[in-house]
């Protein structure tokens, strides 16, 4: 019913920049928050940034003040903008979006994973 398709990802040397995009589509009548998590080898999956359809944002600590989050709701895409970073960024990031379709049933949406690698 809905698809979330990241793109992006790659590798990078610490202290440079990439930016991730996530775009929805299918069967969607709105989207509510949506945001990036990232997973490294061996660790639990956590919460990188979120941003509210009003465009509140919120941000990890580790990533407070280098990562970027934002969307733009006509295109259903959600972006995220990393600079300075460090090896302790590398992992898969996924895209989440909490969409209501067109039938009014609200889903948790994932995407496929996108690998970022920080090294030199």
């Known amino acids: 019913q809905v698809q979330l398709v990241e793109s992006g990802g790659g590798l990078v040397q610490p202290g440079g920049s990439l930016r991730l995009s996530c775009a929805a589509s299918?069967?969607?009548?709105?989207?509510?928050?949506m945001g990036w998590y990232r997973q490294a080898p061996g660790k639990e999956r956590d919460l990188v940034a979120v941003?509210?359809?009003?465009?509140?944002?919120n941000y990890a600590d580790s990533v407070q003040g280098r990562f970027t989050i934002s969307r733009d709701n006509a295109e259903n895409t959600v972006y995220l903008q990393m600079n300075s970073l460090k090896p302790e960024d590398t992992a898969v990031y996924y895209c989440?979006?909490?969409?209501?379709?067109?039938?009014?049933?609200?889903?948790?949406?994932w995407g496929q994973g996108t690998q970022v690698t920080v090294s030199s």
């Open positions: 989440n979006a909490e969409v209501r379709t067109i039938a009014r049933v609200i889903i948790d949406c």
């Open positions: 941003i509210t359809s009003g465009g509140s944002e």
């Open positions: 299918g069967s969607i009548f709105s989207i509510n928050d």
